[in-house]
């Protein structure tokens, strides 16, 4: 009877450690998973809002490209920055680069990588000026909106608008670990500052639209 007891006793203790430790890495992936998203998107807020543009500089530019794979978004976004960072001694402070989000399909699934392009030399078309870095993994969908003051839309060209839009929103759609859909989006106004010269239309946002992007 002892033995039976200490079985069953060493059973339960034995399950209850298993359930622990399933916990755990639960919540360790859970965990790491958010801190991914979280730093993707300070990185997007971050560099969106340094989006640059002057109308007098071909170099300059802002350019977003609706794209659908499998019936679902798959945007592109192409824009210039003016930079806080030296690129050797003694440059100036600030620079000029060109960044570029997009994604690339997974080839063992019907996933997508988001991949971040930085061009660090806008004079210099050589692949050594082209820094290609990859953020996140198993993306569903990617999906970028801007807001002109008065609409949102799927698409926008600088040099059609010459003008930076007042939001730039971004939903994405990414598959956990669980194989879930989980949805982050996350909305940036660029200052009106950030353009070299007058934006053309209007530039206040009116009144109860355009916060959420729906």
């Given at each position: 009877m002892a033995f039976g007891i200490l079985a069953i006793i060493m059973g339960l203790l034995f399950e209850a450690?298993?359930?622990?430790?399933?916990?755990?890495?639960?919540?360790?992936?859970?965990?790491?998973?958010e801190r991914k998203m979280e730093t993707l998107r300070y990185l997007l807020r971050n560099e969106t809002l340094s989006a640059y543009l002057n109308q007098n500089d071909p170099l300059t530019l802002?350019?977003?490209?609706?794209?659908?794979?499998?019936?679902?978004?798959?945007?592109?976004?192409?824009?210039t920055t003016l930079a806080q960072t030296r690129l050797s001694q003694g440059a100036p402070i600030s620079h000029l680069e060109g960044l570029e989000y997009i994604l690339f399909k997974d080839p063992a699934s019907r996933l997508f990588t988001l991949v971040h392009e930085q061009n660090t030399n806008l004079l210099s078309y050589g692949v050594q000026a082209?820094?290609?870095?990859?953020?996140?993994?198993?993306?569903?969908?990617?999906?970028?909106?801007?807001?002109?003051?008065?609409?949102?839309?799927?698409?926008?060209?600088?040099?059609?608008?010459?003008?930076?839009?007042?939001?730039?929103?971004?939903?994405?759609?990414?598959?956990?670990?669980?194989?879930?859909?989980?949805?982050?989006?996350?909305?940036?106004q660029i200052p009106e500052a950030m353009v070299g010269q007058v934006q053309g239309g209007g530039?206040?946002?009116?009144?109860?639209?355009?916060?959420?992007?729906?």
């Open positions: 450690i298993r359930t622990t430790d399933m916990t755990i890495a639960h919540v360790s992936s859970k965990t790491r998973f802002f350019m977003g490209f609706p794209n659908r794979t499998h019936g679902r978004d798959t945007d592109t976004l192409l824009f082209v820094l290609p870095e990859r953020l996140l993994t198993r993306i569903w969908s990617f999906r970028i909106r801007y807001f002109d003051g008065m609409l949102w839309t799927d698409r926008w060209n600088s040099v059609q608008t010459h003008s930076l839009p007042l939001l730039v929103r971004f939903d994405i759609v990414v598959l956990n670990a669980k194989k879930e859909k989980e949805r982050f989006f996350e909305e940036v530039n206040q946002i009116p009144e109860g639209s355009g916060s959420t992007g729906n």
